[in-house]
């Protein structure tokens, strides 16, 4: 079955990279990239027909010059325009074209977490069919070193899982962050001390049987590393992505991104690195 890939499209200079990165992965993986842009459907008739012949000349004219600027080959592209709300169309879209992915600029007001859950890019996280490339770095080269936070959770086994299948060259880290209760108030006592050890060796051992397990199920064992770190998940992700970035940053959502996903709100208000979120199924 031939793979499908959703670009989302909306010409500023900002989704360049996006678009790139977008055109590298149909490369990449031999599938077909589908380009869509969004358009007002409230404009009179005779200004969207006219509009939409000016949009696809535009896209057809980026794509010639992001082949140019990244030396990549062309891929097999299909552009079109639709007309609607531009969350709702790329989500419908998603649907009806059964894409394997869908890729989008990232969030552009960067540094303010409360202005995600409005943007389109949050509501299609929300209600995507298939996992979503937040793009805000340049395509230069392809993913190499990829981080994946894990909690033993259905959304974070599928989330690796689907890192697996789509990058199985790539440098995998998984990081889990541990928060063990008492720690400020007893952690310089022995007792305390030698039970927390145990409970971190308790971890690391559920951590690499879970990863045996799942290894179990597919073909090729990448290379993986388990590292982990004592503080709030959050925290200690966020730190991490400052002091050591990935190229690609692999998330699971729970498809309530404005209402319990803090780590994703502020993951897309200050992205380190280009992200892929996934759904739990």
């Known amino acids: 079955m031939t793979q499908t890939l959703l670009f989302a499209c909306d010409l500023s200079a900002e989704n360049r990279a996006a678009f790139a990165r977008a055109v590298r992965l149909a490369d ?3 599938a ?6 969004v358009l007002d459907p409230y404009l009179p008739r ?15 004219a980026m794509l010639t010059d ?3 600027d990244y030396a990549l080959p062309e891929p097999r592209v299909l552009m079109q325009t639709v007309a609607g709300s531009p969350y709702a169309e790329i989500i419908r879209e998603a649907h009806e074209r059964e894409v394997d992915m869908i890729v989008l600029g990232a969030h552009r007001k960067r540094g303010q977490p409360d202005l995600v859950a409005g943007t389109t890019l949050a509501r299609v ?15 230069n080269q392809a993913w190499h070193d990829i981080l994946v936070p894990v909690d033993f959770s259905l959304t974070c086994r599928h989330t690796l899982r689907e890192t697996l299948r789509r990058f199985p060259d790539a440098r995998l880290t998984l990081l889990h962050a541990w928060d063990i209760p008492g720690e400020r108030e007893l952690g310089s006592q022995g007792d305390y001390a030698r039970w927390r050890d145990r409970e971190v060796a308790r971890l690391r051992t559920q951590l690499e049987r879970e990863t045996e397990q799942l290894m179990a199920e597919l073909d090729d064992v990448p290379e993986l590393e388990l590292v982990l770190e004592q503080g709030d998940p959050l925290e200690v992700l966020m730190t991490r992505l400052r002091r050591q970035p990935p190229d690609l940053l692999a998330l699971g959502s729970r498809g309530q991104l404005g209402r319990q996903s803090q780590i994703t709100e502020r993951l897309l208000a200050e992205p380190h ?6 759904r739990a199924w």
Do not use: K, N
């Not at 077909?32 to 842009?37: A, E, G, N, Q, T």
């Not at 005779?46 to 057809?60: K, N, S």
């Not at 490339?133 to 395509?139: C, E, N």
């Not at 690195?273 to 996934?278: H, P, V």
């Open 28 to 30: 990449e993986h031999g």
């Open 32 to 37: 077909r990239l589908d380009v869509i842009h």
């Open 46 to 60: 005779r200004v969207l027909h006219d509009l939409e012949e000016a949009v696809v000349a535009d896209m057809q």
């Open 66 to 68: 992001i082949r140019e």
């Open 125 to 139: 996280l929300r209600s995507a069919p298939c996992p979503v490339l937040s793009v805000s770095h340049t395509a």
């Open 273 to 278: 690195c280009d992200i892929m979120l996934c």
